[in-house]
């Protein structure tokens, strides 16, 4: 590294813990950081000794600045290091939000790669689900690259992973929100074969509103908390009206619309 370039990259560690959350990244190109210097921001991304750098301390953040650095260069060179670090931080909030949201920016190049750790199978069904989610803000950035995401996610879903009903619950939400009508027939037999968490989006007749393929249901909403032996949740009234994009009241996590809407 120049001296110049030491410091363009010691300005991450000025910079501190983020607001949080943080709607928009700052841009990092205005503190002199751009693609000369990838290979030394994927140095930090994944450097142990950062990650493991005490909280109250500014080292602590400089990995999360370098993968939204990383994400705003767009460089493939970034994609792997990346895709392996939902491995090791799987449990890092920051990073299980951000690390998808910075290999959605790199581009087309990430398909490959993210649908392969998808579909492994030796993997944690959480990290393959930031996969799922990285593809979806993938075709987000780049709209060019949408109908190619949703081929391979719906490839996947032709044979999908039996024992991982949440993930795959989780491909239809990235398919529902890329309004992924030609995937209809294989999300029909998705559902037919029950290997899908209706936690996730409802069952098919919900999946077929949500794509405007029908507009109301023909049978009684499934009981899932019945279907799925679980205890009946107790709902608190809301203190205010809640949009159906909201997060649902019931504290499940959930998009209201995909939970407790009536």
Same mark, same amino acid.
């Given at each position: =590294?120049? *001296? ?14 983020? &607001? ?24 930090? +991304?994944?450097?142990? %000794? ?41 449990? !890092?909030?920051?990073? /299980? =939000? ?6 959605? =920016? ?10 392969? $750790?998808? &579909?492994?199978?030796?993997?944690? &069904? $959480?990290?393959? =689900? ?14 060019? +690259? @949408? ?20 993930? #795959?619950? #989780?491909?239809?939400?990235? *398919? %529902? ?17 029950? #290997?899908?968490? %209706? ?24 009981? *899932?908390?019945? *279907? ?6 107790? %709902? ?9 994009? !909201?997060?649902?009241?019931?504290? /499940?996590?959930? @998009? ?7």
């Amino acid at each position: =590294m120049t *001296l110049e370039r030491k410091q363009n990259l010691r300005n991450l560690l000025d910079l501190g813990k983020p &607001e949080w959350p943080q709607v928009e990244w700052p841009e990092y190109s205005q503190y002199g950081i751009g693609s000369a210097d990838v290979d030394d921001l994927i140095q930090l +991304a994944v450097d142990p %000794l950062l990650h493991g750098a005490p909280q109250e301390s500014n080292a602590v953040w400089v990995p999360l600045h370098a993968w939204r650095a990383l994400g705003q260069i767009g460089d493939s060179r970034a994609i792997d290091p990346l895709i392996h670090l939902l491995d090791t931080l799987y449990d !890092d909030e920051y990073a /299980s =939000m951000e690390i998808p949201a910075a290999l959605g =920016m790199i581009g087309e190049h990430a398909i490959g790669p993210l649908v392969d $750790f998808l &579909e492994d199978a030796s993997r944690s &069904e $959480f990290v393959r =689900m930031l996969a799922a989610d990285a593809l979806g803000q993938l075709a987000g950035h780049h709209p060019s +690259a @949408k109908n190619q995401v949703i081929a391979r996610l719906t490839e996947y879903l032709d044979d999908p992973d039996p024992s991982a009903t949440g993930l #795959n619950g #989780n491909v239809v939400i990235v *398919l %529902l929100d890329l309004e992924a009508r030609s995937s209809i027939d294989t999300l029909r037999r998705l559902y037919r074969s029950g #290997n899908v968490d %209706l936690f996730a989006c409802g069952d098919i007749e919900d999946v077929e509103i949500e794509l405007g393929l029908r507009t109301q249901r023909i049978t009684p909403r499934p009981d *899932l908390t019945q *279907l799925y032996d679980f205890p009946q949740p107790t %709902l608190r009234k809301p203190d205010k009206k809640v949009g159906r994009n !909201d997060p649902c009241p019931c504290g /499940s996590g959930k @998009k209201y619309k995909k939970c407790c809407l009536p």
